[in-house]
């Protein structure tokens, strides 16, 4: 996520948020840009912006503390919070951390090579599309692969 102030707003790029509690965000002091807002009743308005389901490996989620397989509110006092795995899935490869491999998948994010043109590519690996991935892997050694060109 890059971000910076711009005449009293802060520009937000290059980002994924999706499914996150609470739902709103105040848009009047952001301007978000190339990324991927979960939003209800379409994308938030913004050059480049999706709201897509972005395809993480496993989303962190609210779970009841007797069985962590049993989906809870975020409401409720005893859920506890059960940790995601953020990288984004792809055909041609994703970083697995446990595994310390690349892994393919039967599906490709639409957040890969989603970013600002203007952004970096920085340390993704080939192949990358020669655009930068949406997300926190993106710009990173650990980003998913691109299926561009393949």
């Known amino acids: 996520m890059c971000s910076m102030s711009l005449a009293s707003k802060i520009v937000v790029a290059d980002s994924i948020v999706w499914g996150n509690v609470p739902r709103s965000i ?3 002091s952001l301007l978000v840009v190339y990324s991927d807002i979960a939003g209800v009743g379409g994308a938030w308005s913004g050059v480049g912006n999706k ?3 972005p395809a993480f490996v496993m989303p962190g989620y609210w ?3 007797n069985d962590l397989t049993k989906p809870a509110s ?3 006092q ?3 919070w059960v940790h995601g795995y953020y990288h984004l899935m792809s055909k041609a490869g994703r970083w697995d951390p446990v595994t310390k491999t690349w ?3 039967a599906v490709t994010s639409p957040c890969i090579d989603a970013g600002d043109p203007a952004s ?3 340390a993704e690996p080939s192949p990358n599309g020669n655009r930068i991935n949406m997300g926190a892997y993106g710009g ?3 980003a998913s692969l691109s299926t561009s060109g393949q």
Do not use: E, M, R
């Open 26 to 28: 105040n848009s009047a």
């Open 51 to 53: 709201n897509v389901d």
């Open 63 to 65: 779970a009841n503390p």
């Open 74 to 76: 975020p409401d409720d």
């Open 78 to 80: 005893s859920a506890v």
């Open 103 to 105: 892994v393919k998948d």
């Open 120 to 122: 970096l590519v920085g």
């Open 140 to 142: 990173t050694s650990q």
